[in-house]
T-cell receptor
Framework: QKEVEQDPGPLSVPEGAIVSLNCTYSNSAFQYFMWYRQYSRKGPELLMYTYSSGNKEDGRFTAQVDKSSKYISLFIRDSQPSDSATYLCAMVLTTGGSYIPTFGRGTSLIVHP | KAGVTQTPRYLIKTRGQQVTLSCSPISGHRSVSWYQQTPGQGLQFLFEYFSETQRNKGNFPGRFSGRQFSNSRSEMNVSTLELGDSALYLC??????????FGPGTRLLVL
């Protein structure tokens, strides 16, 4: 079992839909929880991060963390075709002064007009 | 501020050769991390350098090595290339905290 599990998709939704992306993890020592967006042929771009259970909102994006269930989610409201990308979750451990992320495999999202 | 830059963007090598990839971090960032991204394994941590010292290393063989210079630029070297080393190699820079900024990557194809 991988430390971080993420459904690769693809997830195809119509424009305007609410998108739910999810990851589960097994290591309760993870301290930070992040979501990255990666467009084709580009590097990942940090969307949101949090270190506590609960919700964090930023515009159309909401990150949710449930440490007791070892489950994190990213919700995208009013999805747009420009949201079409691969979304990567990452769980971060701090060790020796470093922040070491363990990434999920990524979920491919397609938002069609 | 300019973002993270990586050179070259594309590279084709043959098995047994070695390769050196370069990463220039965002100005003022002292930490550079390297990752390998493949369809099969996803994005995996290779190593991190901070102020010219390797702080952490992922689970990769010794053929993968790196270094960081006094201006924070970093290089990654892979010796004795194998077919399985074909991947997108990404570097990310940070001030040393949890927020990393990724470059566009170098796509390496080993034939």
């Amino acid at each position: 079992q991988k430390e971080v599990e993420q459904d690769p998709g693809p997830l195809s939704v119509p424009e305007g839909a609410i998108v739910s992306l999810n990851c589960t993890y097994s290591n309760s020592a993870f301290q930070y929880f992040m979501w990255y967006r990666q467009y084709s042929r580009k590097g990942p771009e940090l969307l949101m991060y949090t270190y506590s259970s609960g919700n964090k909102e930023d515009g159309r994006f909401t990150a949710q963390v449930d440490k007791s269930s070892k489950y994190i989610s990213l919700f995208i409201r009013d999805s747009q075709p420009s949201d079409s990308a691969t979304y990567l979750c990452a769980m971060v451990l701090t060790t020796g002064g470093s922040y070491i992320p363990t990434f999920g495999r990524g979920t491919s999202l397609i938002v069609h007009p | 501020k300019a973002g993270v830059t990586q050179t070259p963007r594309y590279l084709i090598k043959t098995r047994g050769q070695q390769v050196t990839l370069s990463c220039s971090p965002i100005s003022g960032h002292r930490s550079v991390s390297w990752y390998q991204q493949t369809p099969g394994q996803g994005l995996q941590f290779l190593f991190e350098y901070f102020s010219e010292t390797q702080r952490n290393k992922g689970n990769f063989p010794g053929r993968f090595s790196g270094r960081q210079f006094s201006n924070s630029r970093s290089e990654m070297n892979v010796s004795t290339l194998e077919l399985g080393d074909s991947a997108l190699y990404l570097c990310a820079s940070s001030t040393g905290g949890e927020t990393q900024y990724f470059g566009p990557g170098t796509r390496l194809l080993v034939l």
